[in-house]
């Protein structure tokens, strides 16, 4: 079965510092990736996603993302963090059979002033 | 403007209780899931669907039950067999193939 492993279920950045979060996923054929991110109490939205093309995927708020295929992993990166940052961050992968998700546990970013 | 629509937004049960999350949707999507999210674990699949009076069990099935009627609509039930129901549901939806899923606000469900 397909998993998603997201290193670091929380994560603390100072305001205008680098932003990483980590994605490994285990796929036996090309994958199709997504980052999504939670405000609390809400559903998630959608920051990026990788189908095909281009490695280096760009999102919404600055947020992009490169597939590695050598290193079975998907990072999640934003050069200057912003106190709006601050959220819950989720991998996913689509199946190999196409009809569902896998998501990663979630990391919770905290943006420090 | 198209979307997904979970409610209620906030629900209350008591023990021994059967109750039924609604989530609707005007996106005119095939395909249909329903995730449970509790803190540190993710997000569950519990039931999807591919198409209208079809669906299938995902990883976390006992104790839910589900209906697809309509294209747009997808209840879940949460019956009094589950065990521990206190948790966000969130319903989501897609097109056919690779594409995104679309989610909803969520339901957060609290049995007292």
């Known amino acids: 079965a397909q998993s998603v492993t997201q290193l670091g279920s929380h994560v603390s950045v100072s305001e205008g510092a680098l932003v990483l979060l980590r994605c490994n996923y285990s796929?036996?054929?090309?994958?199709?990736l997504f980052w999504y991110v939670q405000y609390p109490n809400q559903g998630l939205q959608l920051l990026l996603k990788y189908t095909t093309g281009a490695t280096l995927v760009k999102g919404i708020n600055g947020f992009e993302a490169e597939f590695k295929k050598s290193e079975t992993s998907f990072h999640l990166t934003k050069p200057s963090a912003h106190m709006s940052d601050a959220a819950e961050y989720f991998c996913?992968?689509?199946?190999?059979?196409?009809?569902?998700?896998?998501f990663g546990p979630g990391t919770r970013l905290s943006v420090l002033p | 403007d198209g979307g997904i629509t979970q409610s209620p937004k906030y629900l209350f049960r008591k023990e021994g209780q059967n109750v039924t999350l609604s989530c609707e949707q005007n996106?005119?999507?095939?395909?249909m899931y329903w995730y449970r999210q509790d803190p540190g674990q993710g997000l569950r699949l519990i039931y999807y669907s591919q198409i209208v009076n079809d669906f299938q069990k995902g990883d976390i099935a006992e104790g839910y039950s589900v209906s697809r009627e309509k294209k747009e609509s997808f209840p879940l039930t949460v019956t009094s067999a589950q065990k521990n129901p206190t948790a966000f549901y969130l319903c989501?939806?897609?097109?056919?193939?690779?594409?995104?899923?679309?989610f909803g606000q969520g339901t957060r469900l609290t049995v007292v």
């Open positions: 996106l005119n999507h095939d395909a």
């Open positions: 796929s036996s054929v090309p994958p199709y």
């Open positions: 996913a992968v689509r199946s190999l059979s196409g009809q569902n998700f896998v």
């Open positions: 989501a939806s897609s097109k056919q193939g690779n594409t995104e899923a679309f």
